[in-house]
């Protein structure tokens, strides 16, 4: 069955935006890719001593199940270079999924929705440039509505 995949991407070494381009590219063979955000320029936050990231999301028609998905997404990441040297450290390309459908998932190797998604203004800020409408399975609150209530801070600039 189709479901529509939100995946946040992110990039603060190297080409950032070749990365993201490459990490599109990719991820859209996963699937029909139904939206792309605008690139946004955005602060680094937990571990803050690492250059600046360059963030989007997309929104892709898969029909793989939430684990096999994150199982090819990984592939991709390892593919591009990615190594988990420090945890929230710098990074060629991060690919996270925020939604899958309504779907609710939790297990050790996977949590979706995303479990900091509605605390990252760089996830839900392009987020909602594609599905401000589109509502959290758990909080049961739109993407403009998390958004909003976000406490200042979290620099993100759309480029």
Known sequence: MKQVAYLSLGSNLGNREQN???????????????AV??????????????????????????TAEPAELMAELLRIEHEMGRQ????????????????????????????????AMARRRFAL???????PELRHPVAGKTVRELLAELPPG???KRR
């Open 37 to 62: 955000s605008s690139f946004y320029q955005t602060e680094p936050v937990e571990f803050t001593d690492q250059p600046w990231f360059l963030n989007c999301v997309i929104a892709l028609e898969t």
């Open 84 to 115: 988990r040297i420090v945890k929230k450290g710098p990074r060629s390309i991060d690919i996270d999924i925020l939604l899958f459908g309504d779907a609710v998932v939790n297990t050790p190797e996977l949590t979706i929705p995303h479990p």
């Open 154 to 156: 979290q620099t993100v």
């Open 125 to 131: 800020e392009p987020l909602a440039e594609i599905a």
């Open 20 to 34: 993201l381009r490459g990490a599109i590219r990719q991820a859209s063979a996963l699937g029909r890719l139904v």
